[in-house]
C-alpha cells in the first residue's frame, strides 16, 4: 500500500457552513487541503466522505495518517 504525502503536521480546523458532504483528501496531493480535488486519480486513494452539520467545527486530519480518518487523532505528533 501507498503512503499517503504529509500535507501538513498539524489539523486543519474547519468550521461548517451549511450541512452537506464534505470530500475529505486522503493521498495529501490536493490543493485545496484538507479537501479532495481529485488529484488521487490514477491511485489506490480514495477521499473519505463525511455528512457534516451545520455549526460543527472538525479538526480534519493535516498529516494523512490518522487511525480515525478524516478527523485528527494527534498522529502527527509522532511523525
Not at 475529505?24 to 452539520?53: L, N, T
Not at 472538525?58 to 511523525?79: E, M, V, W, Y
Request: net charge neutral; hydrophobic share 30%.
Amino acid at each position: 500500500m501507498a503512503e499517503p504525502e504529509i500535507a501538513q503536521k498539524s489539523p486543519y480546523i474547519h468550521k461548517v457552513e451549511e450541512d452537506g458532504n464534505l470530500a475529505w483528501c486522503a493521498c495529501g496531493k490536493s490543493q485545496k487541503q484538507p479537501f479532495c480535488d481529485g488529484s488521487h486519480k490514477g491511485s489506490e486513494f480514495r477521499p473519505i466522505i463525511m455528512d457534516v452539520k451545520a455549526g460543527e467545527t472538525i479538526a480534519f486530519c493535516g498529516c494523512k495518517h490518522t487511525g480515525n480518518a478524516p478527523r485528527c487523532d494527534g498522529t502527527h505528533s509522532k511523525l
